[in-house]
Protein backbone atom coordinates (compact mmCIF):
# COMPACT_ATOMS: atom_id res chain seq x y z
CA UNK A 1 0.00 0.00 0.00
CA UNK A 2 1.21 3.14 -0.80
CA UNK A 3 -0.77 5.97 -0.40
CA UNK A 4 -1.23 6.03 2.93
CA UNK A 5 -1.14 10.18 3.97
CA UNK A 6 0.12 10.66 7.45
CA UNK A 7 -1.18 14.08 8.90
CA UNK A 8 1.03 14.27 11.43
CA UNK A 9 -0.41 15.61 14.59
CA UNK A 10 -3.72 15.88 12.87
CA UNK A 11 -5.53 13.55 15.98
CA UNK A 12 -4.66 16.03 18.34
CA UNK A 13 -2.26 16.94 20.79
CA UNK A 14 -2.52 15.12 23.95
CA UNK A 15 -3.89 12.29 22.28
CA UNK A 16 -2.24 10.11 19.50
CA UNK A 17 -0.07 11.64 16.73
CA UNK A 18 -1.19 8.60 13.94
CA UNK A 19 -3.70 5.79 13.33
CA UNK A 20 -2.87 3.83 10.79
CA UNK A 21 -6.57 2.59 9.25
CA UNK A 22 -7.32 -0.65 7.09
CA UNK A 23 -10.46 -1.50 4.71
CA UNK A 24 -13.30 -1.45 7.28
CA UNK A 25 -13.12 -4.00 9.59
CA UNK A 26 -9.46 -5.26 8.23
CA UNK A 27 -6.13 -4.86 10.26
CA UNK A 28 -3.71 -2.28 7.88
CA UNK A 29 -1.26 -3.95 6.16
CA UNK A 30 2.44 -3.89 8.22
CA UNK A 31 3.54 -1.52 4.95
CA UNK A 32 1.32 0.69 6.06
CA UNK A 33 2.16 0.55 9.80
CA UNK A 34 5.62 0.53 8.92
CA UNK A 35 5.00 4.40 6.78
CA UNK A 36 3.17 5.39 9.54
CA UNK A 37 6.12 4.77 12.02
CA UNK A 38 8.54 6.23 9.94
CA UNK A 39 6.17 9.38 9.36
CA UNK A 40 6.17 9.80 13.31
CA UNK A 41 9.12 8.57 14.50
CA UNK A 42 12.20 9.48 12.13
CA UNK A 43 14.34 12.09 14.21
CA UNK A 44 12.84 11.47 17.54
CA UNK A 45 14.62 10.17 20.35
CA UNK A 46 11.86 9.60 22.78
CA UNK A 47 10.42 6.78 20.63
CA UNK A 48 6.95 5.75 19.32
CA UNK A 49 4.18 4.11 21.26
CA UNK A 50 2.22 1.63 19.17
CA UNK A 51 -1.24 0.68 20.86
CA UNK A 52 -3.21 -2.00 19.06
CA UNK A 53 -6.43 -3.44 19.67
CA UNK A 54 -6.19 -7.41 20.59
CA UNK A 55 -7.08 -8.54 17.34
CA UNK A 56 -5.06 -11.75 15.65
CA UNK A 57 -4.32 -9.78 12.27
CA UNK A 58 -3.77 -6.29 14.67
CA UNK A 59 -1.48 -8.06 16.39
CA UNK A 60 0.32 -9.48 13.27
CA UNK A 61 0.75 -6.57 11.35
CA UNK A 62 1.27 -4.43 14.19
CA UNK A 63 4.44 -6.91 15.06
CA UNK A 64 5.68 -7.49 11.62
CA UNK A 65 5.80 -3.21 11.19
CA UNK A 66 7.16 -3.14 14.74
CA UNK A 67 10.39 -5.45 14.02
CA UNK A 68 11.14 -3.73 10.81
CA UNK A 69 10.81 -0.58 12.45
CA UNK A 70 13.26 -1.53 14.99
CA UNK A 71 15.99 -2.65 11.80
CA UNK A 72 15.17 0.61 10.55
CA UNK A 73 16.68 1.89 13.93
CA UNK A 74 13.54 3.19 15.17
CA UNK A 75 12.92 3.60 19.01
CA UNK A 76 9.08 1.66 18.89
CA UNK A 77 7.52 -0.31 21.68
CA UNK A 78 4.19 -1.68 21.32
CA UNK A 79 0.77 -2.52 23.85
CA UNK A 80 -1.61 -4.96 23.13
CA UNK A 81 -5.15 -4.00 24.79
CA UNK A 82 -7.56 -6.32 24.64
CA UNK A 83 -10.06 -5.11 27.98
CA UNK A 84 -13.48 -7.48 26.59
CA UNK A 85 -15.20 -8.51 29.09
CA UNK A 86 -17.25 -10.45 26.90
CA UNK A 87 -16.41 -14.53 26.89
CA UNK A 88 -16.85 -15.99 29.97
CA UNK A 89 -15.04 -19.31 29.72
CA UNK A 90 -11.91 -19.89 31.49
CA UNK A 91 -10.34 -20.78 28.73
CA UNK A 92 -7.07 -18.75 28.13
CA UNK A 93 -7.16 -19.06 24.68
CA UNK A 94 -10.54 -17.36 24.41
CA UNK A 95 -8.65 -13.95 24.75
CA UNK A 96 -10.09 -11.02 25.46
CA UNK A 97 -10.60 -8.54 22.34
CA UNK A 98 -9.64 -4.49 22.25
CA UNK A 99 -12.66 -2.42 22.37
CA UNK A 100 -13.33 1.07 23.71
CA UNK A 101 -11.21 0.98 26.75
CA UNK A 102 -8.59 1.40 24.01
CA UNK A 103 -9.75 5.15 23.30
CA UNK A 104 -8.79 5.37 27.27
CA UNK A 105 -5.38 4.45 26.99
CA UNK A 106 -4.99 6.50 23.83
CA UNK A 107 -5.60 9.49 26.35
CA UNK A 108 -3.69 8.30 29.63
CA UNK A 109 -0.66 7.56 26.97
CA UNK A 110 -1.05 10.69 25.36
CA UNK A 111 -1.36 12.97 28.36
CA UNK A 112 2.11 11.24 29.65
CA UNK A 113 4.06 12.00 26.14
CA UNK A 114 2.62 15.36 26.62
CA UNK A 115 4.36 15.50 29.93
CA UNK A 116 7.81 14.27 28.33
CA UNK A 117 7.49 10.92 30.33
CA UNK A 118 9.92 8.33 28.60
CA UNK A 119 8.33 5.56 26.39
CA UNK A 120 9.24 2.51 29.07
CA UNK A 121 7.05 4.88 31.78
CA UNK A 122 4.39 5.34 29.86
CA UNK A 123 4.10 1.60 28.65
CA UNK A 124 4.34 0.44 32.02
CA UNK A 125 1.37 2.92 33.17
CA UNK A 126 -0.96 2.29 30.09
CA UNK A 127 -0.21 -1.88 30.31
CA UNK A 128 -1.22 -1.40 34.18
CA UNK A 129 -4.04 0.62 33.59
CA UNK A 130 -5.72 -1.46 30.59
CA UNK A 131 -5.39 -4.52 32.73
CA UNK A 132 -7.66 -3.06 35.29
CA UNK A 133 -10.20 -1.91 32.40
CA UNK A 134 -13.07 -3.27 30.98
CA UNK A 135 -15.35 -3.26 28.37
CA UNK A 136 -19.26 -4.80 27.15
CA UNK A 137 -21.27 -4.04 24.26
CA UNK A 138 -25.06 -4.57 23.41
CA UNK A 139 -26.62 -4.14 20.69
CA UNK A 140 -30.24 -3.92 19.16
CA UNK A 141 -29.20 -4.54 15.59
CA UNK A 142 -26.19 -6.00 13.74
CA UNK A 143 -24.40 -3.23 11.38
CA UNK A 144 -24.29 -2.88 7.66
CA UNK A 145 -21.21 -3.36 6.06
CA UNK A 146 -21.06 -0.77 2.77
CA UNK A 147 -22.27 -3.37 -0.28
CA UNK A 148 -22.66 -6.33 1.79
CA UNK A 149 -25.01 -8.15 3.85
CA UNK A 150 -25.34 -7.44 7.66
CA UNK A 151 -23.33 -10.14 9.72
CA UNK A 152 -25.79 -11.57 11.88
CA UNK A 153 -30.14 -10.51 12.66
CA UNK A 154 -31.91 -9.78 15.10
CA UNK A 155 -35.33 -9.94 15.90
CA UNK A 156 -37.01 -6.36 16.49
CA UNK A 157 -37.64 -7.70 20.14
CA UNK A 158 -33.92 -9.17 20.71
CA UNK A 159 -30.79 -8.07 22.19
CA UNK A 160 -27.01 -9.22 21.40
CA UNK A 161 -25.22 -8.61 24.06
CA UNK A 162 -21.05 -9.06 23.98
CA UNK A 163 -20.06 -7.67 20.98
CA UNK A 164 -16.70 -7.40 19.34
CA UNK A 165 -16.30 -3.60 17.15
CA UNK A 166 -16.51 -5.35 13.39
CA UNK A 167 -19.83 -6.35 13.32
CA UNK A 168 -19.60 -9.94 14.28
CA UNK A 169 -22.36 -11.44 17.04
CA UNK A 170 -21.96 -11.33 20.54
CA UNK A 171 -22.14 -14.05 23.36
CA UNK A 172 -25.14 -13.93 24.29
CA UNK A 173 -29.26 -13.39 22.98
CA UNK A 174 -31.64 -11.62 24.88
CA UNK A 175 -34.67 -10.22 24.79
CA UNK A 176 -35.17 -6.40 24.58
CA UNK A 177 -35.78 -5.22 28.23
CA UNK A 178 -36.33 -1.41 30.31
CA UNK A 179 -32.43 0.54 30.09
CA UNK A 180 -32.10 -0.47 33.50
CA UNK A 181 -32.26 -3.87 33.89
CA UNK A 182 -29.93 -3.77 30.42
CA UNK A 183 -27.30 -1.82 31.96
CA UNK A 184 -27.70 -4.29 35.40
CA UNK A 185 -27.34 -7.55 32.60
CA UNK A 186 -23.97 -5.73 31.32
CA UNK A 187 -22.19 -4.61 34.48
CA UNK A 188 -22.99 -7.96 36.17
CA UNK A 189 -21.88 -9.79 32.59
CA UNK A 190 -18.62 -7.49 33.06
CA UNK A 191 -17.77 -8.33 36.98
CA UNK A 192 -19.43 -12.19 36.70
CA UNK A 193 -16.27 -13.55 39.54
CA UNK A 194 -17.17 -16.57 37.55
CA UNK A 195 -15.65 -15.45 34.54
CA UNK A 196 -11.95 -15.31 33.29
CA UNK A 197 -11.93 -12.13 31.76
CA UNK A 198 -14.31 -10.32 34.54
CA UNK A 199 -13.13 -6.51 35.68
CA UNK A 200 -12.19 -7.03 39.10
CA UNK A 201 -14.03 -4.62 41.21
CA UNK A 202 -14.63 -3.94 45.07
CA UNK A 203 -16.59 -1.73 47.46
CA UNK A 204 -14.34 2.03 47.58
CA UNK A 205 -12.97 1.19 44.14
CA UNK A 206 -12.67 4.70 42.37
CA UNK A 207 -13.67 4.66 38.51
CA UNK A 208 -14.09 6.24 34.97
CA UNK A 209 -16.72 4.96 33.02
CA UNK A 210 -17.18 5.40 29.04
CA UNK A 211 -20.42 4.98 27.59
CA UNK A 212 -19.61 4.27 24.13
CA UNK A 213 -22.14 4.94 21.17
CA UNK A 214 -21.69 1.83 18.95
CA UNK A 215 -22.45 3.71 15.95
CA UNK A 216 -26.47 4.53 15.72
CA UNK A 217 -27.73 5.34 19.29
CA UNK A 218 -29.68 8.23 19.78
CA UNK A 219 -28.11 10.95 22.44
CA UNK A 220 -31.11 10.46 24.50
CA UNK A 221 -30.62 6.72 24.72
CA UNK A 222 -27.08 7.31 25.32
CA UNK A 223 -27.86 9.73 28.36
CA UNK A 224 -30.15 7.05 29.98
CA UNK A 225 -27.73 4.27 29.78
CA UNK A 226 -25.26 6.61 31.51
CA UNK A 227 -27.53 7.59 34.47
CA UNK A 228 -28.45 3.80 35.05
CA UNK A 229 -24.75 2.69 34.70
CA UNK A 230 -23.84 5.28 37.08
CA UNK A 231 -27.20 4.45 39.27
CA UNK A 232 -25.81 0.90 39.28
CA UNK A 233 -22.17 0.86 39.68
CA UNK A 234 -23.33 3.69 42.80
CA UNK A 235 -25.33 0.92 43.88
CA UNK A 236 -22.20 -1.85 44.01
CA UNK A 237 -20.38 0.74 45.88
CA UNK A 238 -18.65 2.03 43.21
CA UNK A 239 -16.90 5.79 43.27
CA UNK A 240 -18.00 6.84 39.98
CA UNK A 241 -15.24 9.82 39.37
CA UNK A 242 -15.43 10.51 35.76
CA UNK A 243 -18.33 9.76 33.00
CA UNK A 244 -17.30 10.26 29.39
CA UNK A 245 -20.37 10.04 27.26
CA UNK A 246 -19.31 9.78 23.14
CA UNK A 247 -19.18 8.01 20.17
CA UNK A 248 -15.61 6.77 20.52
CA UNK A 249 -15.13 3.37 18.68
CA UNK A 250 -17.96 2.47 16.71
CA UNK A 251 -19.26 -0.56 14.30
CA UNK A 252 -20.69 1.47 11.51
CA UNK A 253 -24.44 2.51 12.19
CA UNK A 254 -25.10 -0.67 14.96
CA UNK A 255 -27.65 0.64 17.48
CA UNK A 256 -26.27 0.02 20.42
CA UNK A 257 -23.50 0.55 23.46
CA UNK A 258 -20.40 -0.07 25.39
CA UNK A 259 -20.05 0.42 28.68
CA UNK A 260 -16.30 0.46 29.61
CA UNK A 261 -15.38 0.95 33.36
CA UNK A 262 -11.50 1.83 34.28
CA UNK A 263 -10.02 1.38 37.63
CA UNK A 264 -8.26 4.90 38.39
CA UNK A 265 -6.00 7.04 40.82
CA UNK A 266 -5.45 10.11 40.99
CA UNK A 267 -3.00 10.33 38.98
CA UNK A 268 -4.54 8.44 36.02
CA UNK A 269 -7.35 10.94 37.16
CA UNK A 270 -5.01 13.72 35.93
CA UNK A 271 -4.44 12.46 32.69
CA UNK A 272 -7.77 11.73 31.74
CA UNK A 273 -8.49 15.33 32.50
CA UNK A 274 -5.37 16.84 30.50
CA UNK A 275 -6.35 18.85 27.74
CA UNK A 276 -6.81 17.33 24.35
CA UNK A 277 -7.95 18.75 21.51
CA UNK A 278 -9.17 15.98 19.92
CA UNK A 279 -12.74 16.40 18.62
CA UNK A 280 -14.38 13.98 19.94
CA UNK A 281 -13.09 13.27 23.27
CA UNK A 282 -16.23 14.29 25.03
CA UNK A 283 -16.30 16.47 28.12
CA UNK A 284 -16.48 15.08 31.90
CA UNK A 285 -20.02 14.89 32.85
CA UNK A 286 -19.48 17.30 36.12
CA UNK A 287 -21.62 19.11 38.92
CA UNK A 288 -21.22 22.75 38.17
CA UNK A 289 -18.59 24.23 40.11
CA UNK A 290 -16.91 20.64 40.90
CA UNK A 291 -13.98 19.49 39.74
CA UNK A 292 -14.60 15.62 40.09
CA UNK A 293 -17.77 13.53 39.83
CA UNK A 294 -20.01 13.03 42.36
CA UNK A 295 -24.20 12.55 42.14
CA UNK A 296 -25.73 15.04 43.88
CA UNK A 297 -28.90 14.64 45.74
CA UNK A 298 -32.04 15.22 44.26
CA UNK A 299 -33.44 18.35 44.52
CA UNK A 300 -36.36 18.48 46.59
CA UNK A 301 -39.54 19.29 44.47
CA UNK A 302 -42.37 21.63 45.57
CA UNK A 303 -45.26 19.80 45.87
CA UNK A 304 -48.13 20.75 43.95
CA UNK A 305 -50.61 18.37 45.67
CA UNK A 306 -50.43 19.69 48.81
CA UNK A 307 -50.94 23.35 48.61
CA UNK A 308 -53.72 23.99 50.37
CA UNK A 309 -56.55 26.42 49.11
CA UNK A 310 -56.12 29.92 51.26
CA UNK A 311 -60.26 30.51 51.68
CA UNK A 312 -59.52 33.89 53.04
CA UNK A 313 -58.15 35.06 49.95
CA UNK A 314 -60.32 32.56 48.03
CA UNK A 315 -62.72 35.43 47.06
CA UNK A 316 -66.37 35.75 47.31
CA UNK A 317 -68.51 32.61 48.34
CA UNK A 318 -71.66 31.50 46.44
CA UNK A 319 -74.86 29.98 47.54
CA UNK A 320 -75.62 25.94 48.25
CA UNK A 321 -78.12 26.92 45.02
CA UNK A 322 -75.70 28.00 42.96
CA UNK A 323 -73.39 25.48 43.85
CA UNK A 324 -76.02 23.25 42.89
CA UNK A 325 -76.24 24.87 39.40
CA UNK A 326 -72.50 24.80 39.18
CA UNK A 327 -72.14 20.86 40.02
CA UNK A 328 -75.03 20.37 37.12
CA UNK A 329 -73.28 22.68 35.00
CA UNK A 330 -69.97 20.99 35.07
CA UNK A 331 -71.82 17.30 35.27
CA UNK A 332 -73.62 18.24 31.67
CA UNK A 333 -70.78 19.97 29.91
CA UNK A 334 -68.12 16.75 30.72
CA UNK A 335 -70.76 14.38 30.31
CA UNK A 336 -71.64 15.76 27.07
CA UNK A 337 -67.50 15.92 26.19
CA UNK A 338 -67.49 12.52 26.83
CA UNK A 339 -70.23 11.19 24.65
CA UNK A 340 -69.16 13.29 21.76
CA UNK A 341 -65.30 12.19 21.70
CA UNK A 342 -65.70 9.80 19.14
CA UNK A 343 -67.08 12.84 16.88
CA UNK A 344 -64.47 14.93 17.88
CA UNK A 345 -61.64 12.78 17.07
CA UNK A 346 -63.71 12.33 13.55
CA UNK A 347 -63.50 15.73 13.01
CA UNK A 348 -59.84 16.17 14.08
CA UNK A 349 -58.54 13.80 11.65
CA UNK A 350 -59.23 16.26 8.73
CA UNK A 351 -56.52 18.68 10.37
CA UNK A 352 -55.06 17.54 13.72
CA UNK A 353 -54.28 13.84 14.74
CA UNK A 354 -57.48 12.98 15.32
CA UNK A 355 -57.19 13.29 19.26
CA UNK A 356 -58.74 16.16 19.93
CA UNK A 357 -61.94 14.28 21.42
CA UNK A 358 -59.55 11.67 23.39
CA UNK A 359 -57.86 14.46 24.64
CA UNK A 360 -60.77 16.24 25.96
CA UNK A 361 -62.49 12.81 26.90
CA UNK A 362 -59.69 13.00 29.65
CA UNK A 363 -60.23 16.12 31.35
CA UNK A 364 -63.70 15.35 31.20
CA UNK A 365 -63.47 12.62 33.25
CA UNK A 366 -60.92 13.94 35.55
CA UNK A 367 -63.51 16.28 36.71
CA UNK A 368 -66.64 14.11 37.11
CA UNK A 369 -64.40 11.93 39.14
CA UNK A 370 -63.64 14.86 41.31
CA UNK A 371 -66.81 15.72 41.28
CA UNK A 372 -67.83 12.58 42.36
CA UNK A 373 -64.95 12.76 45.19
CA UNK A 374 -66.44 15.98 46.62
CA UNK A 375 -65.25 18.65 45.09
CA UNK A 376 -64.99 22.15 46.99
CA UNK A 377 -67.49 24.32 44.82
CA UNK A 378 -68.25 27.16 46.94
CA UNK A 379 -65.62 29.31 45.86
CA UNK A 380 -65.63 30.25 41.97
CA UNK A 381 -62.45 31.58 42.02
CA UNK A 382 -60.64 28.54 43.80
CA UNK A 383 -62.89 26.39 41.59
CA UNK A 384 -61.32 27.67 38.65
CA UNK A 385 -57.74 27.50 39.52
CA UNK A 386 -58.55 23.41 40.74
CA UNK A 387 -59.73 22.81 37.65
CA UNK A 388 -56.74 24.54 36.27
CA UNK A 389 -54.37 22.03 37.56
CA UNK A 390 -56.64 19.08 37.15
CA UNK A 391 -56.99 19.73 32.82
CA UNK A 392 -53.20 20.34 32.85
CA UNK A 393 -52.57 16.96 34.53
CA UNK A 394 -55.07 15.16 33.19
CA UNK A 395 -54.88 16.51 29.48
CA UNK A 396 -51.43 17.63 29.34
CA UNK A 397 -49.99 18.92 25.47
CA UNK A 398 -51.81 22.25 23.78
CA UNK A 399 -55.03 21.31 24.60
CA UNK A 400 -54.50 20.93 28.12
CA UNK A 401 -52.39 24.23 28.53
CA UNK A 402 -55.24 25.46 26.68
CA UNK A 403 -57.63 24.80 28.94
CA UNK A 404 -55.74 24.94 32.03
CA UNK A 405 -55.10 29.11 30.56
CA UNK A 406 -58.46 29.53 30.40
CA UNK A 407 -59.57 28.64 33.86
CA UNK A 408 -56.64 30.06 35.67
CA UNK A 409 -57.42 33.69 33.95
CA UNK A 410 -60.83 33.27 34.59
CA UNK A 411 -60.58 32.75 38.18
CA UNK A 412 -59.36 36.63 38.39
CA UNK A 413 -62.72 37.40 37.93
CA UNK A 414 -64.15 36.66 41.48
CA UNK A 415 -62.52 39.38 43.28
CA UNK A 416 -65.13 40.57 46.06
CA UNK A 417 -68.31 39.60 43.79
CA UNK A 418 -70.16 36.43 41.92
CA UNK A 419 -73.27 37.94 39.66
CA UNK A 420 -73.77 36.89 36.05
CA UNK A 421 -71.78 39.88 34.62
CA UNK A 422 -68.90 38.40 37.03
CA UNK A 423 -69.23 34.94 34.99
CA UNK A 424 -69.48 36.59 31.70
CA UNK A 425 -65.78 38.70 32.73
CA UNK A 426 -64.43 35.61 33.65
CA UNK A 427 -65.01 34.02 30.29
CA UNK A 428 -63.15 37.08 29.05
CA UNK A 429 -60.49 36.75 31.23
CA UNK A 430 -59.95 33.37 30.23
CA UNK A 431 -59.72 34.16 26.76
CA UNK A 432 -57.47 36.95 26.97
CA UNK A 433 -55.10 34.72 29.02
CA UNK A 434 -55.44 32.26 26.25
CA UNK A 435 -54.66 34.91 23.43
CA UNK A 436 -51.62 36.27 25.23
CA UNK A 437 -50.10 32.79 25.25
CA UNK A 438 -50.80 31.18 22.11
CA UNK A 439 -50.83 34.18 19.86
CA UNK A 440 -54.11 32.80 18.15
CA UNK A 441 -57.19 35.10 17.67
CA UNK A 442 -61.08 35.23 16.93
CA UNK A 443 -60.91 34.74 13.46
CA UNK A 444 -57.32 32.10 13.05
CA UNK A 445 -60.42 29.33 13.08
CA UNK A 446 -59.71 28.12 16.74
CA UNK A 447 -61.52 27.31 19.66
CA UNK A 448 -61.49 31.55 19.86
CA UNK A 449 -64.00 31.57 17.54
CA UNK A 450 -66.44 29.68 19.06
CA UNK A 451 -65.31 31.28 22.82
CA UNK A 452 -65.53 35.00 21.56
CA UNK A 453 -68.90 34.53 19.76
CA UNK A 454 -70.50 33.03 23.38
CA UNK A 455 -69.02 35.62 24.90
CA UNK A 456 -69.94 38.72 22.55
CA UNK A 457 -73.74 37.19 22.89
CA UNK A 458 -73.48 36.56 26.92
CA UNK A 459 -72.77 40.21 27.52
CA UNK A 460 -74.85 42.07 24.73
CA UNK A 461 -77.94 40.15 26.51
CA UNK A 462 -77.20 40.76 29.75
CA UNK A 463 -76.50 44.19 29.00
CA UNK A 464 -79.87 44.54 27.23
CA UNK A 465 -81.93 42.72 29.35
CA UNK A 466 -80.21 42.90 32.25
CA UNK A 467 -79.68 40.03 34.88
CA UNK A 468 -81.40 40.47 38.13
CA UNK A 469 -83.56 37.22 37.52
CA UNK A 470 -82.47 34.05 37.15
CA UNK A 471 -84.47 33.74 34.22
CA UNK A 472 -83.05 36.40 32.46
CA UNK A 473 -79.56 35.10 32.84
CA UNK A 474 -80.69 32.02 31.14
CA UNK A 475 -82.14 33.73 28.13
CA UNK A 476 -78.99 34.87 28.20
CA UNK A 477 -77.15 31.97 27.91
CA UNK A 478 -79.00 30.32 25.67
CA UNK A 479 -78.11 33.32 23.01
CA UNK A 480 -74.07 32.59 23.97
CA UNK A 481 -74.91 28.76 23.31
CA UNK A 482 -76.45 29.59 20.23
CA UNK A 483 -73.48 31.79 19.04
CA UNK A 484 -70.74 29.51 20.12
CA UNK A 485 -72.72 26.46 17.43
CA UNK A 486 -73.17 28.80 15.13
CA UNK A 487 -69.49 30.20 15.54
CA UNK A 488 -68.16 26.62 15.04
CA UNK A 489 -70.13 25.99 12.11
CA UNK A 490 -68.88 28.69 10.70
CA UNK A 491 -65.43 27.65 10.85
CA UNK A 492 -65.23 24.91 8.85
CA UNK A 493 -65.22 27.55 5.90
CA UNK A 494 -62.21 29.90 7.22
CA UNK A 495 -58.79 29.31 6.78
CA UNK A 496 -56.74 28.08 9.89
CA UNK A 497 -54.06 30.95 10.82
CA UNK A 498 -53.42 28.96 13.92
CA UNK A 499 -52.90 25.68 15.82
CA UNK A 500 -52.11 22.50 13.95
CA UNK A 501 -54.65 22.84 11.11
CA UNK A 502 -52.49 25.81 10.10
CA UNK A 503 -50.10 23.70 9.22
CA UNK A 504 -52.50 21.55 6.84
CA UNK A 505 -53.89 22.15 3.11
CA UNK A 506 -55.99 24.40 3.48
CA UNK A 507 -58.27 23.04 0.25
CA UNK A 508 -58.00 19.98 2.51
CA UNK A 509 -60.23 21.00 6.16
CA UNK A 510 -63.46 21.93 5.20
CA UNK A 511 -64.97 20.47 8.53
CA UNK A 512 -65.63 22.61 11.45
CA UNK A 513 -62.93 23.06 13.97
CA UNK A 514 -62.91 20.42 16.47
CA UNK A 515 -61.97 22.48 19.34
CA UNK A 516 -64.42 25.21 18.24
CA UNK A 517 -67.08 22.56 17.79
CA UNK A 518 -66.20 21.24 21.69
CA UNK A 519 -66.76 25.09 23.07
CA UNK A 520 -70.54 24.95 21.08
CA UNK A 521 -70.86 21.29 23.07
CA UNK A 522 -70.15 22.16 26.54
CA UNK A 523 -71.69 25.80 26.20
CA UNK A 524 -75.01 24.30 25.49
CA UNK A 525 -74.40 21.30 28.26
CA UNK A 526 -74.20 24.28 30.81
CA UNK A 527 -77.25 26.15 29.69
CA UNK A 528 -79.44 22.93 29.58
CA UNK A 529 -77.53 22.25 33.38
CA UNK A 530 -78.98 26.06 34.29
CA UNK A 531 -82.44 25.49 32.82
CA UNK A 532 -82.77 22.35 34.27
CA UNK A 533 -81.96 23.51 37.88
CA UNK A 534 -84.14 26.32 37.35
CA UNK A 535 -87.32 24.26 36.59
CA UNK A 536 -86.50 22.10 39.53
CA UNK A 537 -87.23 25.27 41.85
CA UNK A 538 -90.29 26.53 39.87
C1 LIG B 1 -5.36 -11.28 23.29
O1 LIG B 1 -6.11 -12.38 22.83
C2 LIG B 1 -5.44 -13.62 22.99
C3 LIG B 1 -6.31 -14.69 22.37
O2 LIG B 1 -6.68 -14.33 21.06
C4 LIG B 1 -5.19 -13.91 24.43
O3 LIG B 1 -4.50 -15.12 24.60
C5 LIG B 1 -4.42 -12.76 25.07
O4 LIG B 1 -4.34 -12.94 26.45
C6 LIG B 1 -5.08 -11.40 24.77
N1 LIG B 1 -4.22 -10.33 25.17
C7 LIG B 1 -4.63 -9.31 25.93
C8 LIG B 1 -3.65 -8.27 26.23
O5 LIG B 1 -5.74 -9.25 26.38
Redesign the pocket.
Known sequence: MNNVEINKGFVGPGMLTAVVPGEIFTSPSSEAILMALHAVGSGSKSGTLIIAA?Y?GD?LNFGSAMEKAKLDGLNVEMI????DCALQSSD???????LCGIVLMFKIAGALAEEGKSLKEICEIVKHA?ENSGTIGISLTPCSIPGSDSSFSLGSDEMELGLGVHGEAGVMRLKVMPAQDVVKKMVDHMTNPESASRLDVKKGDCVAVVINNLGGTSRMEMNIVAKETISYLELMGLLVERVYVGTLMTSLEMAGVSITVLKVTSFLLNCLDAPTSAYAWPNCYLPVGAKTRFTPEPIKLYSLASKVPDLEAAGPQISQKGEAIIRQALSFSCSALVSCEKQLNCLDREGGDGDCGSTLCKGARAILDLLEKGLELSYPSQLLLTLGSVVERSMGGTSGAIYSLFFTGAAKAFIDQCTANTWCYAVELGMQAIMKYSGAEPGDRTMLDALSAAHRALSEELQRNGNDSLEECLTALKGAAQAAEKAAVATATMKAKAGRASYVNADRVNTPDPGAHAVGIWMRAVYEAVKQQIRLRT
Do not use: F, L, P
Request: proline letters at 0%.
Open positions: NTRVVGEKSAGRRGS
